[in-house]
């Protein structure tokens, strides 16, 4: 069983930056795969980023790359989203999630475990 917190989200203006941080508790927790999610208000969950427990490149979606950036601290059990050059169409609840197998991460029915999730809000 793992445990997901996420933190971070709040309220900023268009063009600023936040960094969402998640953090992970139970057995193995640091050997999970990870993503980013985010739903907006009537709107579909979507993909926003995953990262590999080991070695490994980042995937991101289009409608964030360049500027959102996933990382990892294993020995911390953390697992960050620096979100650069908001705007308000980021606005949305994200969500960390975990997955064992590093394969179709951008669909949120392929994870595991869920964090309850925390609100960005981006101003015009």
């Known amino acids: 069983q793992v445990q997901l917190v996420e933190s971070g989200g709040g309220l900023v203006q268009a063009g600023g930056s936040l960094r969402l941080s998640c953090g992970t508790t139970?057995?193995?927790?640091?050997?999970?795969?990870m993503g980013w999610f985010r739903q907006a208000p009537g709107k579909e969950r979507e993909f926003v980023a995953a990262i590999p427990w080991g070695s490994g490149s980042a995937v991101y979606a289009n409608s964030v790359k360049g500027r959102f950036t996933i990382s990892r601290d294993n020995a911390k059990n953390t697992v960050y989203l620096q979100m650069n050059s908001l705007n308000p169409e980021d606005t949305a609840v994200y969500y960390c999630?975990?997955?064992?197998?590093?394969?179709?991460?951008?669909?949120?029915?392929?994870?595991?475990?869920w964090g309850q999730g925390t609100q960005v809000t981006v101003s015009s």
């Open positions: 139970g057995r193995t927790s640091s050997r999970y795969n």
């Open positions: 999630a975990a997955k064992t197998m590093w394969t179709v991460v951008g669909n949120p029915l392929e994870y595991d475990y």
